[in-house]
Nanobody, 115 residues
Framework: AQLVESGGGLVQPGGSLRLSCAAS????????MSWHRQAPGKERELVAA????????NYADSVKGRFTISRDNAKNTVYLQMNNLKPEDTAVYYC?????????WGQGTQVTVSS
């Protein structure tokens, strides 16, 4: 089983990015999924989660109204649309099942918000 994140990069404050997480090796559509992030010197934190069918989502207070999690079960992919990015959003972003499974942490994708 594998999760591969992509879509990160360098963006100016106020900009947008869309992260993708491609899943393989397990029955993706049966599992709730989540996005997490870890900034330098800080613990990894939950950013957003989505139910298996996509009907229910929840977000960390710090990203509500700016980030949107979604999924395409036909493509075994979960997305994180990030708008109005702030410097404090700078981190490595990871996807995982929800609740997270330690065996599924991947390499993550770096998001840097800076002018």
């Amino acid at each position: 089983a594998q999760l591969v994140e992509s879509g990160g990069g360098l963006v100016q404050p106020g900009g947008s990015l869309r992260l993708s997480c491609a899943a393989s090796g397990f029955a993706f559509s049966r599992y709730a999924m989540s996005w997490h992030r870890q900034a330098p010197g800080k613990e990894r934190e939950l950013v957003a989660a989505i139910s298996s069918a996509g009907g229910n989502t929840n977000y960390a207070d710090s990203v509500k109204g700016r980030f949107t999690i979604s999924r395409d079960n036909a493509k075994n992919t979960v997305y994180l649309q990030m708008n109005n990015l702030k410097p404090e959003d700078t981190a490595v972003y990871y996807c995982n099942k929800n609740p997270p499974n330690r065996a599924y942490w991947g390499q993550g994708t770096q998001v840097t918000v800076s002018s």
